[in-house]
C-alpha cells in the first residue's frame, strides 16, 4: 500500500475517533430534562390557636396565642380567624380561661370569658351557682382533689337524742370549680400547699341543700369520682333536708358497726 493512502486511512480514523468522542461528551453534559410535578397547595386561614396548654382561671396574653395556618375548608363555625376578628390576639389579652385549653388547640368564645369579668364569676355557667365548704386532708380525699374535679358531698351527723351517728350522701357527681391554697410551715422549715375550702358548682336547689347540710353536719367531707363517672347526673340532691318529707336511705354507726336502714331510724338498744 502506498504511502499516501495509509496517511489517508491514519487521519480517517483519528477524525472517526475524535468524533466519537465528542458525541460521547455532549451526550453525557445533557441531563434528561424532566417536567416538576405542579403541587396545588390548599388555601389557608389563620386561626387562633394556644401557644401551651392553658388551665381553668389562666388568662390569655400574647405569650400564650398565636396566628396559626389552617386549611380554610377545615375551619369550623365558631374558631376566631385573623379574617373575622384580626384584632383578637390584643382584644383578648387577659381574658379568663373557662374550660381547659390545650397547646396548639384552637381558642373559641365559649370556652374563655370577658377580662372584665370577676373571674369565679367567669367560669360559672348559666344557671350554676358557686358555694364553698371547708375541707382539711381528711375530709378532702388527702389533699387529691384539684379544680375540675368531680366529687360526692357526704355529711355525717348525730341522730336525735340516742348518740347513733349517721351518713348521707347529699349531694352526687358536682364538680369543684376551685381549692383554696394555704401554705403551712411545717416544724422543720418545709412548707406544703393544704387546700382549706372547695368551692363547688350547684344548682340553686343543690345550693340551698349545702347550706342546709353545712348547719346539720358535724362533719361534711368530699369524696373524690373517677373520671369514668363523670358523664352521670350532676342535678340530684337531698331535697328532703328542705322539706323534712321523705325517708332517706342512710347508715347508721353505732359501736363501730354500720347498720343500714330505710326509712325512719328506730331508736337502737
Same mark, same amino acid.
Given at each position: 500500500?502506498?504511502?499516501?493512502?495509509?496517511?489517508?486511512?491514519?487521519?480517517? %480514523?483519528?477524525?472517526?475517533?475524535?468524533?466519537?468522542?465528542?458525541?460521547?461528551?455532549?451526550?453525557?453534559?445533557?441531563?434528561?430534562?424532566?417536567?416538576?410535578?405542579?403541587?396545588?397547595?390548599?388555601?389557608?386561614?389563620?386561626?387562633?390557636?394556644? =401557644?401551651?396548654?392553658?388551665?381553668?382561671?389562666?388568662?390569655?396574653?400574647?405569650?400564650?396565642?398565636? !396566628?396559626?395556618? !389552617?386549611?380554610?375548608?377545615?375551619?369550623?363555625?365558631?374558631?376566631?380567624?385573623e379574617e373575622n376578628r384580626p384584632a383578637a390576639v390584643d382584644d383578648l389579652s387577659g381574658a379568663v380561661v373557662r374550660l381547659p385549653i390545650f397547646n396548639g388547640e384552637p381558642v373559641r368564645p365559649e370556652k374563655i370569658a370577658?377580662?372584665? =369579668?370577676?373571674?369565679?364569676?367567669?367560669?360559672?355557667?348559666?344557671?350554676?351557682?358557686? %358555694?364553698?365548704?371547708?375541707?382539711?386532708?381528711?375530709?378532702?380525699?388527702?389533699?387529691?382533689?384539684?379544680?375540675?374535679?368531680?366529687?360526692?358531698?357526704?355529711?355525717?351527723?348525730?341522730?336525735?337524742?340516742?348518740?347513733?351517728?349517721?351518713?348521707?350522701? %347529699?349531694?352526687?357527681?358536682?364538680?369543684?370549680?376551685?381549692?383554696?391554697?394555704?401554705?403551712?410551715?411545717?416544724?422543720?422549715?418545709?412548707?406544703?400547699?393544704?387546700?382549706?375550702?372547695?368551692?363547688?358548682?350547684?344548682?340553686?336547689?343543690?345550693?340551698?341543700?349545702?347550706?342546709?347540710?353545712?348547719?346539720?353536719?358535724?362533719?361534711? =367531707?368530699?369524696?373524690?369520682?373517677?373520671?369514668?363517672?363523670?358523664?352521670?347526673?350532676?342535678?340530684?340532691?337531698?331535697?328532703?333536708?328542705?322539706?323534712?318529707?321523705?325517708?332517706?336511705?342512710?347508715?347508721?354507726?353505732?359501736?363501730?358497726?354500720?347498720?343500714?336502714?330505710?326509712?325512719?331510724?328506730?331508736?337502737?338498744?
Amino acid at each position: 500500500m502506498k504511502p499516501v493512502r495509509i496517511i489517508i486511512l491514519a487521519v480517517a %480514523v483519528g477524525s472517526a475517533a475524535m468524533a466519537g468522542l465528542l458525541a460521547m461528551k455532549l451526550t453525557r453534559g445533557r441531563a434528561p430534562q424532566i417536567a416538576a410535578p405542579v403541587i396545588e397547595r390548599e388555601p389557608t386561614i389563620n386561626v387562633l390557636v394556644a =401557644s401551651k396548654s392553658l388551665p381553668v382561671g389562666a388568662r390569655l396574653g400574647g405569650d400564650s396565642i398565636h !396566628w396559626m395556618a !389552617w386549611p380554610k375548608e377545615s375551619v369550623a363555625e365558631g374558631m376566631i380567624t385573623e379574617e373575622n376578628r384580626p384584632a383578637a390576639v390584643d382584644d383578648l389579652s387577659g381574658a379568663v380561661v373557662r374550660l381547659p385549653i390545650f397547646n396548639g388547640e384552637p381558642v373559641r368564645p365559649e370556652k374563655i370569658a370577658d377580662s372584665s =369579668s370577676r373571674i369565679m364569676s367567669s367560669l360559672l355557667p348559666a344557671g350554676k351557682r358557686a %358555694v364553698a365548704t371547708e375541707i382539711t386532708v381528711a375530709t378532702g380525699a388527702g389533699g387529691f382533689i384539684l379544680p375540675n374535679d368531680r366529687v360526692d358531698v357526704i355529711m355525717v351527723r348525730k341522730s336525735d337524742g340516742n348518740g347513733i351517728y349517721l351518713t348521707e350522701t %347529699v349531694l352526687s357527681n358536682v364538680r369543684v370549680l376551685a381549692i383554696d391554697q394555704q401554705v403551712e410551715v411545717k416544724e422543720d422549715g418545709s412548707k406544703s400547699v393544704l387546700g382549706t375550702t372547695a368551692t363547688l358548682e350547684l344548682t340553686p336547689e343543690q345550693s340551698k341543700v349545702m347550706t342546709v347540710a353545712q348547719q346539720m353536719a358535724e362533719r361534711i =367531707s368530699l369524696a373524690l369520682r373517677s373520671v369514668a363517672d363523670a358523664q352521670e347526673a350532676d342535678t340530684g340532691a337531698a331535697d328532703y333536708l328542705l322539706s323534712g318529707d321523705g325517708q332517706p336511705s342512710i347508715q347508721v354507726i353505732k359501736s363501730g358497726s354500720i347498720v343500714k336502714t330505710d326509712g325512719a331510724i328506730q331508736n337502737q338498744r
